[in-house]
């Protein structure tokens, strides 16, 4: 993304603080991620994307390989990893779906649901390390700001 930001051809399109706004978001996202990532792994010994997906399937009996890559938004070789990972710390089984032979459904262990169940405890821990320097107004300002823009965001992706 920075290669777009930076692109001469593009020059003029957006004026420099535009720019740098933009760098200034992207910097959030990484260093947010970065935190929730370190918090759940030495809370947990499992990564974000293993909580999120542990998470997702917390909410449903069975979901299949496909619903579950939408949900986290990653492709069908990201997702066979991460299956197979969690399949070999025992956290998520996997079958042949009943009625689709093809779709590989997957669902959580005794042990999956176990730890599922400490992750948003781990995120709520992260939200408060991330959000602790401001003061209840600012971060609702801050909420209703990044709610705003997710809005417009969503409009373009439809």
Known sequence: MSAILENPHLAGTHS???????????????LVKRLVNQTMLSSLGISLSHGSALLHLARSP????????????CGTSRISRLIQELE??????????????RVLQ??????????????????RDAELMTF???????????????????SNLNRFSE
């Open 132 to 150: 602790s320097v401001l003061p209840d107004d600012d971060r609702q300002c801050l909420v209703k700001f990044m709610s705003r823009i997710v």
């Open 16 to 30: 420099e603080d535009e720019a740098d706004d933009l760098r200034l978001v992207f910097r959030v996202h990484t």
């Open 88 to 101: 070999k710390r025992r956290l998520v089984e996997s079958h042949r779906g009943g009625t689709d032979r």
């Open 62 to 73: 069975e979901v299949s390989c496909q619903e579950l890559a939408q949900l986290l938004g």
């Open 106 to 123: 997957l669902s959580l262990t005794p042990n999956g649901a176990a730890l599922a169940c400490r992750v948003p405890t781990v995120l």
